[in-house]
DNA sequence: CTTGACCCTCTAGCGACTACAGGGTGCATA
DNA sequence: TATGCACCCTGTAGTCGCTAGAGGGTCAAG
């Protein structure tokens, strides 16, 4: 007989919290557990290793479809690598786009906020780098 | 008489979805506009302005209600430009954040997948340094 | 008079949870 | 034995900022 957890232990020791791990399994990330007498779900040690998987990807970004699909290659381990590398390469990918995204905007957010420099609002730079023309005042 | 706008119009001249500004409109960022004979909104210059303060705020970032409170501000034009100040500088902090949270991911990510140098999953690094310790295999 | 582009309201869905409400279970203590 | 309290259950609704669709009405051109 294995230990068995309940669904607090387990998102104790996974750092995950319990609502958080009842929508992965609604959405079939993780199977249904045994139940115990009183309906509570009973995990075993290997749904703690699957959990850990799941949160790991998730904290380095990964979308809860690209989580499932590394999944389903690390249960088949015969399997070729290219995939697993094509996902996580892909992944890096988006975050490289996100990076930059967030690097022209705060470039751009900067200069505006630099703009002001005090006074009421409608001679505020910031304001005015906003709305394009305004026709009530300026 | 002023000319008047079509939803339509609008959405092109701010590069706006029409569905959007309708959503706007229900959470009470732009004002409902007059209505024509035909049950149309017909908008005026005035709309347009405050929609693209609107667009250019959302562009850069800016949460939906840090919108409002910018919209508030600037339509009370001989308040202290330092709430404005204070809205954009909390937000490009929230910008660092963001950039400096997924500076680090990817850091991590790169270095996950660098480790991958082929072969079945089995051996795949990139799936052992998701799972901390699978007792299946491994 | 018909076609087609536009407009209307209302509802549901996205991702990835989070937060209740309204109950049941299990264990320790008085 | 009773009671309190921490934990568990299901189910639903809310978050953010839209987006998409159903099922219809309006308007101008040909």
Known sequence: MVEKLTIGKLAEATGTKVETIRWYEKVGLIAPPARTGGNYR???PGDLARLSFIRRARDLGFPIE???????????????????DRIATEHLREVDRKIA????LRRELSAVILSCDGGTVAQCRIIEALGPADPIAC
């Open 42 to 44: 009973a995990y075993l």
């Open 66 to 84: 690209q989580v499932r699909a590394l999944l389903d290659l690390s249960d088949d381990r015969t399997r070729d690598c290219a995939t697993v």
């Open 101 to 104: 995204g967030l690097t022209a």
